[in-house]
């Protein structure tokens, strides 16, 4: 459901719009939004070389996305953010690409890591208990890090705006943060909060803002601070439980 805004907050299902990206080129759906386009190759941090498509034992980063019937992309496969679904599959990340997983034998297992066009991505961590990706372009960065201990599953999609512009952020499906830069803080201006969404956090403190908002086993932050003369804004998503 919309917060109670005339901000003109769009379907959140679609990811996050942010008005406070530097153009309407780099402005970036929040973590959620399913995605489609060509992919790019990924780097795996872990040995600093390119990984191949072809290699068995690694996970596919290139290849065509799927077509449904009528010719259009196939998206319905796509785990959101905004979805406030706790599954193993296909997770879009923001707009910058998709991460498959599978949790087999109480083990995570990297499957296939899709870049959208434009976006570089590296392979942080894979192991048995923990998958971490990046996605970079120009000032946006997204990171996927997937967890699991315990029974215990963690899924968190962060984005960071370096450096960003004062304005509003969607947060997800939780709410609208404005803010502005005055005298090199930064102000809270405006908080629109959607139904069902609780406040846990709203600090504006040392000129910065953090905002956390919760629902369920579903958790968005905001964070932004101005430093060396530009604003650096964080938006976060998370979510986890019992899985299977």
């Known amino acids: 459901m919309k917060p109670s805004t005339t901000l003109g907050i769009g379907v959140l299902l679609a990811g996050l719009v942010l008005a406070g990206c530097s153009d309407d080129d780099d402005a970036s759906p929040s973590p959620g939004e399913a995605t489609t386009t060509a992919p790019t190759d990924a780097t795996d941090e872990s040995n600093g070389t390119d990984t191949p498509a072809d290699d068995a034992n690694q996970p596919t980063t290139t290849g065509e996305p799927d077509e449904s019937a009528d010719g259009g992309e196939d998206d319905s496969n796509v785990i959101s953010a905004s979805d406030g679904v706790l599954s193993d599959g296909v997770w879009a990340v923001g707009d910058a690409g998709t991460v498959e997983f599978v949790l087999r034998d109480g083990q995570l297992e ?4 899709l870049a959208n066009d434009g976006w570089r991505v590296s392979i942080d ?11 970079e372009r120009d000032n946006l960065e997204y990171e996927i890090e997937i967890e699991y201990e315990n029974g215990i599953l963690e899924i968190e999609i962060d984005l960071d705006i370096d450096p960003a512009e004062a304005g509003s952020f969607e947060i997800g499906p939780a709410g609208v943060v ?7 803080r930064v102000v809270l201006d405006d908080l629109a909060v959607a139904e069902g969404w609780t406040v846990v956090e709203q600090d504006t403190d040392d000129g910065e803002v953090e905002v956390e908002l919760r629902q369920g086993n579903m958790e ?4 932004a601070e101005f430093d060396d003369g530009r604003l650096e804004v964080e938006i976060d998503f998370e979510i986890e439980g019992q899985f299977p």
Do not use: A, K, Y
């Not at 961590?125 to 996605?135: H, T, Y």
């Open 110 to 113: 990297l499957v296939e890591v």
């Open 125 to 135: 961590e894979r192991s048995p208990d923990e998958i971490e990706v990046d996605f």
């Open 178 to 184: 404005t803010v502005s830069v005055v005298d090199g």
């Open 220 to 223: 968005w932050e905001f964070e």
